[in-house]
Nanobody
């Protein structure tokens, strides 16, 4: 059973935009934090942005002012709007969902920023 469904990755030119979506299964209860991480080739996975159940958001310094994370609690879904994309944003982006007692990861979606 698929717990996390990600969508929205792809190829975009520098300066362009993409929107990632992450939907958590209704079978996951008591979700508190939802967010996105990314991993570039040869690098460790890093936080991009996270939103708490109370609506507080935290962003990596490298994406502040360019990325916006929003959450639809009724749909168990988060959206990552990525603007002014740079080549260094190229990575596999993973959705992470924290619930009571367990953490869930999506399968990852590739984002490539290149001319």
């Amino acid at each position: 059973q698929v717990q996390i469904v990600e969508s929205g990755g792809g190829l975009v030119q520098p300066g362009g935009s993409l929107r990632l979506s992450c939907a958590a299964s209704r079978t996951i209860f008591s979700i508190y934090d939802m967010g996105w991480y990314r991993q570039a080739p040869g690098k460790q996975r890093e936080l991009v942005a996270v939103v708490t159940s109370g609506g507080s958001t935290n962003y990596a310094d490298s994406v502040k002012g360019r990325f916006t994370l929003s959450r639809d609690g009724a749909k168990n879904t988060v959206y990552l709007q990525m603007n002014s994309l740079k080549p260094e944003d190229t990575a596999v982006y993973y959705c992470k969902v924290d619930s009571v007692g367990r953490t869930y990861w999506g399968q990852g979606t590739q984002v490539t920023v290149s001319s």
